[in-house]
């Protein structure tokens, strides 16, 4: 029994080309749910539709059983935070969180107790008299956040909440916002671009590129496993090596004609139905010699220190490919180094259809190590 | 920027005497509005300063009851402009209909038409309405206002979509939305579109004249006029007098609200 369903959504306008095209999914009460794509992937579109802000062009969307195609936003029983918060500029902060409560006509007494618990929880119990305006970034999201949380509303949509912060200040309020999320048991519908934000927040993740579902997951399944090359890229940061690679003769394979490696069974098996096939491997499995024979040598072009890690570019045959160790490595760009990479950890997929032949695997030993 | 100091005294110079020129007939109409009428007859400089003339003015030609229906008419077209303005711009900006855009530039078209062009048939409409010397006559034709209705445009645009989505979703009608958050927004525009249209009505001359056939409703431009006579010699000093008292009101606003009404009028524009 699912909370929210979608089913062959699809969204056009003007009988032009689809922006969405078939979306079908489904959302669980009280889950954070995050939809991740680049921009013009229809992710806002999609929000759009399900707060009644969009027509649904064709298909059928469903709340708590119910069809709510051609409902009106005010009767989903829904809440939604802007990008740009969309706070009333002419009313002071209390105006703006109790906005909704007067539309919908709840008494007095019950505004004044809501107001007080959600300012509150929010901080926002000394700002209650100023407008917008005299707030700061972080306090006008936060009184965008309170008017949410004030309308009591079982569901929340999120647009873009936190790409008008700095840095610092959006990952404090991405904990505030999954905080708050379980603290109220809210089901959440997170838009963003930020696949950081997807992988900290969402407890499942929906990839969207071109209109179309790319995969929906865990963040760590996509992570692991992503379906395709566009997941593959896009989700992690760094984003993922990708190689092309070459079958030489029955025993090896060439990654961009440098790297070689071994033929395994699975990829003898895999090079059957597959022509062509394209190679990822995560920065994190690019690994320095400590513990293991190196296998590999590769030109290094750049160095970037972060203090608990270091980031290192090389050059593979023109490409570059770039890998996170951790700690601090006394490295200089223009020399050769030595690396360690398994072939376990190469993600296979396929150069035609772009969909994952076989994933890296992450065994319990990788892990110990990483941490 | 540094000006050479020559350059500064000729700029001085000229700028001084163009505004002495614009600024001499006001500034004689007021001086003279304090002289007595032997003075003004005899083209001397001023001996004597009285407020005869104005004293003149509001008994022998009961000014106050042109000022007062000039201020009714002109407060009664602004009010109308207003609200008839916002609500046409609130629906080119806010509500979505087919043909919404075309409409809005056959809209801003009719500002090419020029008021002198469309006088007769408005002449016919409110003769036909019985609406001569009637305060309606001189008000209700001036109500729908394209140039207002593009002023308002322009600055309802710039209030983001989200605020109206936002009150969509906590369940809030177009109408309270148009009270309760466009209005109050967009109250600098208002202001300035509210003292123009006041201004324009205050100074018409031409449509008060045709539209009134007695002294009833007239306004108080057209009981300047008929200060002037042609069969006896004119009481200059009384005229100027009245002169006077009709672009008080325009002063005062411009004064008040210069900065404003600059802003209000130059912003849509601008963007």
């Known amino acids: ?120 929880m929010m901080g926002l119990s000394d700002f209650l008299d100023r407008k917008p305006r005299q707030l700061s970034g972080g306090q006008r999201q936060r009184v965008a956040l309170a008017r949410a949380v004030v309308s009591e509303a079982p569901l929340c949509l999120m647009d873009e909440p936190l790409s008008n912060l700095d840095a610092k200040l959006r990952a404090q309020m991405r904990v505030e916002i999954r905080r708050l999320q379980k603290q109220l048991g809210l089901t959440l519908i997170y838009v963003t671009h930020d696949q950081v934000e997807a992988m900290t927040m969402g407890d499942r993740i929906m990839v969207l590129n071109d209109g179309e579902i790319q995969q929906v997951g865990k963040p760590i399944t996509l992570y692991n496993e992503p379906a395709n090359l566009f997941v593959a890229s896009f989700i992690g940061s760094p984003k993922m090596n990708i190689g092309k690679a070459e079958v030489k003769n029955t025993s090896c394979f060439l990654i961009n004609n440098t790297l070689s490696f071994p033929v395994g069974p699975i990829l003898q098996e895999a090079l059957k139905e597959h022509k062509d096939i394209v190679v990822g491997i995560r920065p994190e499995h690019i690994q320095p010699t400590t513990h293991h024979e190196a296998t590999h040598s590769l030109e290094v072009v750049n160095v970037e220190q972060l203090g608990n890690e270091t980031t290192l570019a090389f050059d593979v045959d023109g490409e570059l490919w770039t890998a996170k160790w951790p700690g601090q490595w006394d490295i200089m760009a223009g ?9 376990e950890h190469l993600s296979f997929f396929d150069a035609q259809t772009k969909q994952l032949v076989r994933p890296a695997s992450f065994n319990s030993q990788e892990e110990v190590q990483a941490i | ?109 009719t500002m090419m038409v020029p008021f002198e062009a469309s006088i007769i048939p408005n002449f016919h409409t409110i003769r036909d309405l019985g609406w001569i010397d009637q305060y309606t006559g001189l008000t209700v034709p001036f109500f729908a206002m394209a140039f207002g209705t593009f002023l308002l445009r322009q600055n309802f ?115």
């Open chain 1, 335 to 343: 020399h050769q180094l030595k690396v360690y990479i398994s072939e």
């Open chain 1, 1 to 120: 029994m699912s909370y929210i369903e979608l089913t062959d959504i699809t969204k056009s306008y003007h009988a032009g080309k689809n922006i969405l095209e078939k979306i079908n999914f489904t959302i669980e009460k009280g889950e954070f749910f995050v939809l991740v794509g680049p921009s013009g992937s229809g992710k806002s579109t999609l929000l759009r539709m399900i707060a009644g802000l969009e027509n649904v062009t064709d298909g059928i969307l469903k709340m708590n059983q119910k069809i709510v195609n051609h409902l009106p936003p005010k009767d989903r029983n829904l809440s939604m935070v802007f990008q740009n918060y969309a706070l009333y500029p002419h009313l002071s902060v209390e105006q703006n969180i109790l906005f909704g409560l007067q539309a919908k006509k709840v008494s007095k007494k019950e505004q004044k107790k809501r107001l007080k618990e959600t300012a509150e």
């Open chain 2, 1 to 109: 920027m540094r000006i050479p100091l020559g350059r500064k005294i000729v700029t001085y110079f000229l700028l001084s005497t163009a505004a002495l020129l614009v600024f001499m007939p006001t500034l004689m109409a007021v001086v003279m509005s304090f002289m007595t009428n032997q003075d003004i007859m005899t083209g001397s400089f001023p001996s004597a300063f009285s407020l005869d003339n104005y004293r003149r003015a509001f008994e022998q030609f009961s000014l106050m009851h042109y000022v007062i229906n000039s201020l009714f008419v002109s407060i009664i077209i602004m009010i109308g402009q207003l609200v008839l303005s916002s609500l046409a711009a609130y629906a080119f900006v806010f509500l979505e209909f087919k043909g919404r855009d075309f409409l809005f530039y056959l809209f801003i078209a």
């Open chain 2, 157 to 271: 645009k710039q209030i983001p979509k989200e605020l109206r989505e936002a009150s969509q979703i906590a369940g809030m009608g177009e109408v309270k939305f148009y009270l309760t958050v466009v209005l109050p927004v967009a109250k600098t525009s208002l202001i300035t579109l509210g003292v123009y249209g006041f201004l324009t009505s205050w100074n018409m001359y031409l449509w008060p004249l045709l539209a009134t056939t007695n002294d009833s409703v007239r306004t108080v431009q057209i009981g300047l006029r008929q200060l002037q006579s042609q069969e006896q010699m004119n009481d200059w000093g009384m005229i100027m007098s009245g002169a006077v008292i009709v672009i008080i009101p325009t002063l005062i606003l411009l004064f008040l609200g210069q900065k404003k009404l600059q802003r209000g009028l130059t912003e849509g524009a601008l963007k």
